[in-house]
């Protein structure tokens, strides 16, 4: 039970923290961040909405939600996906890149501040450990983990 708390309010309180921190310096949250990075990370810049929805962990719902929104702020784009002509796809824009260079520092500064720092190289490799069994029991759908 003590380490299920922990875990729950800790990570809890660490995605807070990180939320706050990408929101007061560069009016980003960590949604549009974690969009962002894997938009950015596939080699054309551009990702299927489904792909997207299961590599953010989220619903597609809520996702499009959340992709009208950066678009309105000019960090995605969305366009028809030439292989089938159905499916939709989320494209980083010019902006969007700019966003996510800006927002990077910050982000990696504070999860060093608020995690990486106060592990021992051991724990963060248990800490690594731990969730890639975790996320593989569920069937990570992106298979990255």
């Known amino acids: 039970m003590r380490a299920w ?3 729950i309010d800790g990570g809890q309180r660490l995605q807070g923290v990180l ?3 990408l929101q007061d310096a560069h ?3 960590m949604a549009e961040y974690r969009i962002l990075v894997m938009l950015s990370e596939s080699s054309d810049g551009s990702l299927r909405m489904s792909d997207l929805a299961d590599g953010v962990l989220s619903s597609r719902s809520r996702l ?3 992709i009208r929104r950066m ?3 000019g960090m995605v784009e969305r366009s028809t996906c030439v ?3 159905r499916g939709v796809l989320a494209v980083i ?3 969007g890149r700019r966003r996510l260079e800006e927002a990077a520092p910050t982000h990696v500064t504070s999860v060093r501040k608020h995690l990486v720092d106060l592990l021992t190289a051991r724990e963060l490799a248990v800490l690594g450990d731990i969730f890639e069994k975790v996320d593989a029991a569920m069937g990570s ?3 990255r983990g």
């Open 141 to 143: 759908p992106t298979g």
């Open 71 to 73: 678009e309105s702020d």
């Open 83 to 85: 292989d089938d002509g």
């Open 19 to 21: 939320n706050k921190d």
């Open 64 to 66: 499009t939600h959340q």
């Open 5 to 7: 708390r922990a875990y």
């Open 93 to 95: 824009t010019a902006m």
């Open 27 to 29: 009016n980003l949250t």
